[in-house]
């Protein structure tokens, strides 16, 4: 214990019990000055202390998210990829599209490589790779519809189907549904070009796609019956030919509808054509051209054929505006 | 440079003529490097104590921040030298019987003198300013610590210091009107004796006279520790002011006549030599007896040193203050005041000398106090007593920065 000579620091009543603050009335200029500029650094050395603790705070959460990153590069093993598709491809094409090693690890994956190697296949019109820590790649794919087929030999000249997207897309379909991809008509009178490992996209393909997709939709009973369509004058005339099967006594042959028309009215002229022709002529037509703007020139077969049975009841077409048309026989 | 492990410390003294200012930074509680100086003179001071608040506070704080201003650095706390003739001092001694039962001295058996020494009740309005212990007495011998010594009384006695608690309010709000706080409180005789005597002298006995121009604090050490302090409310003002009276010359006069010719002593035989009062011979200036002021300084002189060694009483023996008289302060400097001490106190008188490291520009008898403080705190510091508080760490390094 020590006692030193001199305490300063006595008990009691002592100077040290005075009270040492002053009002703020008591300072002098100086001293108010003095005690601003100890406001400022204290707010100062506050906003550093601030900004230390929030340094502090953002490297930590840093180091434990680098520690994460780390644990899941360092992963033990890659788990299945998971496909989310709205086509038909199936979780295997993926898993083999990717070939990813069995030493793949998460973190170590060259996400646009993959995504390059998915949306090679024409099926796959978009392709999103995406990292579901730990260790799950997730596939996300948009895919192609095909409107229509076409038919090529190999190079041992074995014929090939393949299929073609309404953006001209010429690819391999894979996991379509076969009765789906009978129903396709083909294609025919273009010329295919080699790009890459596959095929340049059709041009013209956007007029076939919505001439399709018109018949199928509003007049199926004629669509059901075209095999094949012809690209053979698009691009100098504006038409597309169709020929189509002769299914239940319709000897009808060729169709030539032109682009720049209505697609609906040139097949409510078609079906119009057709009914009266059957109700009406004893012959069948066997051609239609609808490239007359509101008119049609039908070649009819010169044989004179039997009367056919009536046709089951259906809707069809009407040639003039809808507005003069018997509700009861409309449906569409 | 600021080093980290250092601090700044003002040490102040509010005089009745300056008021004075240093700034020192103090390098692990030990080293002390003076790194400002600032002086100004004293405005609504009179005898040590401050009788106008904002004109004290102008003068204070325009030497504080002279100070802070050549250190480059701001103040962290402030020592103040406390003086007035308010102050006062009582000895107080008690006596316990050593507890043990092999009459070994505890801490304990310390600790429960010490208390009783110290607990004397002060009168209302008073607060301790210091409370300095003596040597201990063990059976009668005096040992400096007698801890694990063996004894059957432990007898131990304080210098207790105290002052008027307004006044000393009055004076550590001067410094809290600068937004500094006061850490340290020391008796100016204190300070003053404790740089200008070595522990050789203190030891031998020595008298150190501090007069100013309003006050004379006086120390008295015997055996190495403080037998008595006192302050009188009397310094070289009052020779100016009997100059004046007696020439019948203003106050500025006299005070031009006591700097240029004043003495302590009475050195002329010629009645008839005279002095020019305002020294340039120009129109309005006269001639004074020089007897007649040498006259009037030696009385004024003489009387205060009687009225010191009348309050010293018994406590001073010239035997018993064998390293003689030491003189400091503004009014040390008259000629012949040393020939008067010796003469009064029948010892030898010498104008104090600051140590060796003070440098030349503080060698000037008017930072012996504020000089004195630093070092009185270092040593209480040392002794533990001024709490020296590590400041270490990322946090402090920071508030220095900003300090």
Known sequence: MSHSATDSMPRGRSWRNIRQEVTPHALSSRGRKRRHLNWLKSAALGALVLAAAWGVHWAAVTWSDRAALAKVVHSPKLAEPVLITDGVLPQKWVKDALALPASARLMSLDLAALRARLQAHGQVQVAVLTRSFPDTLVATLRERTPVARLQVQDGAGTPQQLLVARDGTVYEGVNYDQDMITTLPWLAGITLRRQGAGYAPISGMDAVARLLATAQTEAPWLYRDWIIVSLARLASHGELMVRTQDVGGHRMEEIVFSRKQDYYKQLARLDFILEQSRDRVDRLPVRVDLTLDGQATVLFDGEVQARLPAAPARTFFNPQPPAVQPKARRDF | ?403
């Open chain 2, 1 to 403: 440079m600021i080093s980290s492990s250092s601090r700044i410390i003002g040490a102040v003294e509010i005089g009745t003529g300056k008021t004075v200012a240093l700034a020192g930074e103090i390098t692990r509680g030990r080293s002390l490097n003076i790194i400002g100086v600032g002086v100004a003179p004293s405005r609504g001071v009179m005898k040590g104590e401050v009788v106008d608040y904002k004109a004290a506070c102008e003068a204070a704080h325009q030497a504080l921040e002279m100070a802070e201003k050549r250190a480059g650095a701001r103040l962290e706390e402030v020592w103040l030298a406390q003086t007035g003739g308010h102050l006062d001092a009582f000895y107080n001694e008690a006596s316990a019987n050593v507890k043990s039962a092999d009459n070994t001295v505890t801490a304990m058996d310390i600790s429960t003198v010490c208390a009783l020494a110290k607990e004397k009740e002060l009168p209302a309005g008073r607060t301790r300013i210091h409370e300095i212990r003596r040597p201990f007495r063990l059976d009668g011998r005096a040992v400096p610590d007698p801890e694990h010594l063996t004894g059957h009384r432990l007898e131990v006695g304080y210098w207790i210091v105290h002052g008027h608690e307004g006044k000393v309010s009055d004076n550590i709000h001067v410094v809290g009107g600068y937004h500094l706080e006061v850490r340290e409180l020391v008796l100016s005789s204190l300070a003053s004796g404790s740089l200008l005597t070595s522990a050789e002298e203190r030891a031998h006995g020595v008298l150190v006279l501090d007069i100013g121009k309003g006050i004379t604090d006086y120390v008295l050490y015997r055996d190495g520790s403080v037998a008595a302090t006192g302050t009188l409310a009397v310094g070289g003002d009052h020779l100016t002011n009997d100059i004046a009276i007696g020439l019948r010359i203003t106050t500025a006069q006299a005070e031009t006549l006591k700097l240029r010719h004043g003495r302590a002593t009475v050195q002329t035989r010629d009645k008839s030599e005279k002095v020019w009062l305002n020294g340039e011979m120009s129109f309005g200036d006269r001639q004074v007896s020089k007897l007649a002021l040498e006259t009037i300084g030696s009385a004024r002189v003489w009387e205060l040193l009687e009225v010191v060694r009348k309050k010293l009483g018994a406590k001073f023996a010239p035997e018993h203050c064998g390293a003689g008289v030491v003189l400091t302060g503004g009014t040390s400097r008259l000629p012949g005041i040393d020939e008067a001490a010796a003469r009064v106190f029948g010892l030898p008188a010498r104008r104090g000398e600051a140590p060796g490291w003070v440098k030349d520009e503080l060698q000037n008898p008017m930072f012996s106090t504020v000089l004195g403080v630093f070092q009185f705190g270092l040593r209480n510091a040392h002794d533990h007593v001024v709490p020296v508080r590590p400041k270490g760490g990322l946090l402090n390094s920071l508030g220095r920065i900003f300090a």
